[in-house]
């Protein structure tokens, strides 16, 4: 059997010390090995296909490489596991490994999921939610650094930062699609009151129709639900009107299927006498719907990639500059926040407003 090659063989292809082999391949290379050197020992590593002891490596550094993410229902959901997937692509990419706990929405099993992964020595911790919502941050959050997707830190005085769709900017998108096919009668049919995105998203309407100095009608703005039969029976109260509007922006794409099966009930043809909008772009529903849906795409890969990226960052300033026994490491100012635009995705579902 093929011998495994060591740092030893790397640093003779690559004409240079073993030290400087492992200054390069443990990411501190720059100001340490010139950057021609820097590109003969990768190049060397690539021929040779060598890779560090994972293990050797964590002793050295007093690293894991391993991220613990806490789900309030992600894993067991068949919603937003994309999140985690993009999380995961950039982990792996830099050399982690993420391991995963899902509470399946049972907040008191927050605290204990934490400590379980900090028992195991990860070097970081992220929670993420289906659905965005306010998270009371577990405590051992705050001992390494920590990141929020989907969710923010619901405490007076937050200290976690958070990535989170643009949800104003994704319900002005959504109505502004609209408006440019010529519709004027929209109505919006938003999901339970409860969540936070629903009045983001109906602010991001507002600000669409004011925009176009469009008054908006108080009986075409009104929560429902999440679900199919929360979109037919909104729908059918407005499509059954003496003026029913030309189109309906739906929160999610499970209300406009409910509205596209209000409207076949009725007889009207979609995209030629009712536009349908949806948001999520969820995948078998809105591409496979007849029509298929045009639909705001939430960024949930790039969400989870995002908070990785910041998870990653602040790991490696903590190596670099250790935090105080009793402290959290963590910044705690205004700057917590990042937001993902949504992406509009247009399908067959919306059309020009039908003729008079």
Not at 6 to 27: E, H, I, P, Q, W
Not at 58 to 68: H, K, M, P
Not at 179 to 194: E, V, W
Not at 316 to 327: C, F, H, K
């Amino acid at each position: 059997m093929q011998r495994k090659a060591t740092a030893l063989d790397v640093a003779k292809r690559a004409g240079v010390s073993r030290s400087a082999v492992s200054l390069v391949l443990n990411g501190r290379g720059d100001g340490n090995v010139a950057k021609e050197s820097q590109d003969r020992i990768r190049q060397a590593a690539s021929e040779l296909k060598y890779s560090p002891n994972a293990i050797a490596l964590s002793l050295r550094n007093q690293r894991t490489r391993v991220i613990g993410i806490v789900s309030d229902e992600v894993v067991v959901s068949p919603f937003d596991g994309n999140i985690i997937g993009g999380a995961d692509d950039v982990a792996r990419a830099h050399g982690f490994v993420t391991v995963v706990m899902d509470t399946e929405r049972d907040a008191s099993r927050d605290e204990s999921a934490v400590e379980t992964l900090l028992d195991r020595q990860v070097d970081g911790l992220m929670y993420v939610t289906v659905g965005l919502k306010p998270l009371d941050v577990p405590h051992g959050m705050l001992r390494v650094p920590s990141v929020l997707a989907n969710c923010f830190d619901n405490s007076p005085s937050p200290q976690l930062h958070h990535v989170i769709p643009d949800e104003v900017s994704g319900g002005r998108e959504a109505t502004e699609h609209l408006l440019q096919l010529g519709h004027r009668d929209i109505a919006f049919l938003a999901g339970a009151a409860t969540s936070p995105a629903v009045p983001l998203r109906i602010a991001g309407h507002r600000e669409a129709m004011a925009r176009a100095a469009i008054p908006v009608r108080e009986d075409r703005v009104f929560t429902a639900g999440w679900d199919i039969n929360d979109g037919f029976h909104g729908a059918m109260g407005l499509l059954s009107a003496t003026e029913r509007p030309t189109a309906i922006v739906c929160a999610n794409d499970r209300l406009a299927i409910g509205v596209a099966l209000a409207a076949a009930r009725l007889g009207l043809a979609v995209p030629r006498d009712l536009s349908i909008m949806g948001y999520d772009d969820e995948s078998r529903i809105a591409a496979t719907m007849v029509p298929a849906l045009t639909t705001m795409a939430l960024p949930l890969r790039e969400m989870g990639a995002a908070a990785m990226t910041m998870l990653l960052e602040q790991i490696e300033d903590r190596v670099q500059t250790p935090t105080p026994r009793g402290g959290t490491g963590l910044a705690t100012n205004a700057g917590l926040e990042t937001m993902v635009p949504c992406r509009l995705v247009v399908r067959e579902s919306t059309g020009p407003v039908p003729a008079l």
